[in-house]
Structure formats: structure tokens, C-alpha cells
């Protein structure tokens, strides 16, 4: 796969595939995320031409983006999308070039005297790491002791580590607040089942629970699904609790995310409940929904700006890399979409 062939896969001009991978100011930031995330997924390396009489090395001018999702899982692509344009947009305007490479986070097992960080990239010329997603706590502490480092959608408990994301806390109390509103007293709260630790799944839990205190609502473990890092169960048996839940008075599931929300609606539909009719459902991201779906009740999350926010954390990292560690919050918006109403009487 080439330049070329990119270009006829995005309906792009063979320049414009060029001017992304040099940075050219007059591109669109979009444009530069789609023809890195392709060229991440089939596996295209671009590499600037040396110049022969340069006689010193360049500086660090490359940052690198590691995207970890899971190989079974379908990719993100609205969301690593917005926040690949944010960092293109940001690095550019830094004269910075970007290096985009997909992997499953289980996979991901750097050690302490890995010289290599990934197969194929080069550590030469790179300024540091931005990680999208979760990955093992180990292999990033290993990573921020070789290159400065930022974490994207996750954070750690023991790791000193600067870590961009959504604040949690604020989203889960506007939603469930939301349910308030509309009449809901019985609530369960779903995750799916992970290959490596999400903490951001326990944040959102935690923010669950506080937001059932604050309105006076009963808190039932068995109404919680998937929280607990040990006994976590797979998707079908998710759904099947889940429909368990809603048969025993459940009327308002607050689902971790929109990418588990969207297919637990599909699974209802398909049983003969409907949503929101028979049950609200929420999320969480703002994802676009799937053909078929209607828009979800969710935390629309500003990734651009996460991603604009990451390059700047990066650079401070850069500049004072004895600093405290910091984690930015961006706030998201409550978008009331068409899986939520009054619980049935």
C-alpha cells in the first residue's frame, strides 16, 4: 500500500495524501486524521527523505500515537477520529509531524529494557508518546521512563503519569439527574468485559453510586454489571442480565458508554423491549449512532479538544519533565436523544 492507493481509498488527491504526511499548514485537520488512521490500519510507514549533506542529527520533531483497542472490537472510529484531528491540527500549527499506529492493548507488553517500542517505528527523531485508551499499568510506566508520555481516556492510580480525559464525575451526575427528571427511581448501571483495566469504567461507576445518594435513590449490587476487575462476564451474558434487571423493575439502564449502549438496545428490540418505551438507556461519548438506531441519551464528549489539550500536555511534559503530574478534566454536554422517557405506570 501506497500514497496512491490511499488516496483513491479516501476519494483524495495523490498532493493532498502528500501534504498530510508533511504536515502542509492549508490541511484540513479532518483530512489529516482520516489519511493517518487509514494509513496506521493497513500498516503504511511514511518516511521524510534524509538530507545526505546534513552533517547533525535533527531534533526530536515526532509524536506518536498509539491507539489501543482491542483486536476483537470494532475500531472507534468517530472517536479516535476527533481526537487524532485535534492532535494533527495542534501538532501542526507546532510544526511537529504525527506517527499513528493501532494495537491491541493486551498485546501491548513493553518492558523495562525494551529498545524498541513498536515494530517499525523509529525512536530517533520521536518527542514523545500520546496513548489513546486503556493499556497495562506496567507497560506505561516502563514507556514514561523512556519517553515523556500522555495518557488519553484513562488514568492511573500508581502510575506518575500526566493524563488527559472527560470529567467522569460531572457526566454521570448530569445523566442520572437527567433520569431524575423524567420520574426514574430503579437504576442499574452495565459495563462490558475488558482485556486490560479500565479505570474509567470505575469512575463513571463511582459517580454512578454518589449521584444515587445525592437523590435520595436506593443503591442494589445486583443491578451493577461488569465493575468488579474479577468475574467479569462476556456480552451475551450481559445482555441476559441486563433484560433480567429491566424484568425485575428495572426502568433506567446507565450504560458506561455509547459503544455498549447501542448494541444493548439492539439486543432489547430483538427480545421485544423496546426503548424507551418499556426502558431508558444511556450512554456515554456522544458517539454517532448505527443505521437503524435512534440517537442516544449521552455525555457528547469534546475529543477535539481532548486531543489539542494532549499535544499541549505533552509539550509541557517536554519542557518541564519534573513537574507534577497533572490530569485534565474537559467537561462534556448532556445530550437528551430519543432513548430516554417517563418510566411506564
Known sequence: MN????????GLSRT?????????????????ARVFELAAEIGYAYSPPRNLTQKRPRAADSVAVV???????DRRVGTAREILAGISERLAAEKLTLNVNYVDPADFNLTPRARRILPGLRNANLLGFILLYPFREESVRNLISKFPTICVLN?????????VGVNQTLGIVRMVHHLVELGHRELGYLSWKYTVPTPWVERRFGAFVESLYRFHLPFHGDRVINVHRE????VPEVLQRAKKMISEGVTGIVCAADHQAYPLIKALREDGIRVPEDVSIT?????????GLPQMTTIRTPFRDIGVSSVVSL?????????PRRHIMVAGRLIAGETTAPPRK
Open 67 to 73: 491507539a489501543g483497542i482491542p483486536s476483537n472490537a
Open 315 to 323: 509539550l509541557r511534559r517536554v519542557t518541564h519533565p519534573s513537574a
Open 3 to 10: 500514497q496512491k492507493e490511499i488516496a483513491e481509498r479516501l
Open 231 to 234: 468475574g467479569q462476564i462476556e
Open 16 to 32: 493532498t495524501v502528500s501534504r498530510c504526511f508533511t504536515n502542509h499548514p492549508k490541511i484540513n485537520p479532518e483530512t489529516r
Open 155 to 163: 488514568d492511573f492510580e500508581e502510575v506518575d503519569v500526566d493524563c
Open 283 to 291: 450512554g456515554f461519548d456522544g458517539e454517532v449512532p448505527t443505521e
